[in-house]
């Protein structure tokens, strides 16, 4: 069974520090690799999307993966109390498979 | 463009009740998806459609049925409400095996 590990937090950071929000996933095959942030109520909004091996940056946000080690990282720079929300994991498999695990999430608290 | 709707927003049955959640998507996507989402327990995937006039099962499809009517719609269909179907319900669309696009849920109160 295809899994999705993240810790669930909540990770605290004071506003301007950088947030560490670290995926592990059990699919070694695994292609596309994606990160969502949910706000409390809401509903989850893709925010990067990681395809290769290395860092992926957009703006405050860098992605980053390995897949030797099977994991996924996202950091967040400038952190403000704004990026306060659930950050969700999500690998789809080798072979162009429709369904995405997703993990549990992280919830980051950004406080001022 | 709206993107990904879904109706209702809120709903509450009762035990034994039937009703259908809608959706749909105005991007031309191929792939149309439910999920619930407990707490605690992240996104659980209750059914997909790969194109449209297919269907398949997630992971928790006991207890639903779908209906993909065409590119654009996919309907959630519970037939008798139990209270363990108490969830937040949403809806996504992708082109592919890609990012995908949420609707802005339907929070359901089974009692």
């Known amino acids: 069974q295809k899994e999705v590990e993240q810790n669930s937090g909540p990770l605290s950071v004071p506003e301007g520090a950088i947030a560490s929000l670290n995926c592990t996933y059990s699919?070694?095959?695994?292609?596309?690799f994606f990160w969502y942030r949910q706000y409390s109520g809401k509903s989850p909004e893709l925010i990067m999307s990681i395809y290769s091996n290395g860092d992926k940056e957009d703006g405050r946000f860098t992605a980053q993966l390995n897949k030797a080690s099977q994991y996924v990282s996202l950091l967040i720079r400038d952190s403000q109390p704004s990026d306060s929300a659930t950050y969700l994991c999500a690998v789809n498999a080798a072979g162009g498979s429709y369904i995405p695990t997703f993990g549990r999430g992280t919830s980051l608290i950004v406080h001022p | 463009n709206a993107g990904v709707t879904q109706t209702p927003k809120f709903q509450v049955l009762k035990t034994g009740q039937s009703m259908t959640l809608q959706c749909a998507q105005d991007?031309?996507?191929?792939?149309m998806y439910w999920y619930r989402q407990d707490p605690g327990m992240g996104l659980r995937l209750i059914y997909y459609s790969a194109s449209e006039g297919t269907t398949d099962k997630g992971e928790v499809p006991n207890g639903y049925n779908v209906s993909r009517l065409n590119k654009r719609e996919f309907s959630l269909r519970l037939e008798s409400a139990a209270p363990s179907q108490t969830s937040v319900y949403f809806c996504?669309?992708?082109?592919?095996?890609?990012?995908?696009?949420f609707g802005p849920g339907t929070r359901l109160t089974v009692l």
């Open positions: 699919d070694r095959g695994s292609q596309s």
């Open positions: 991007m031309n996507h191929n792939s």
């Open positions: 996504a669309s992708t082109v592919k095996y890609n990012e995908q696009f």
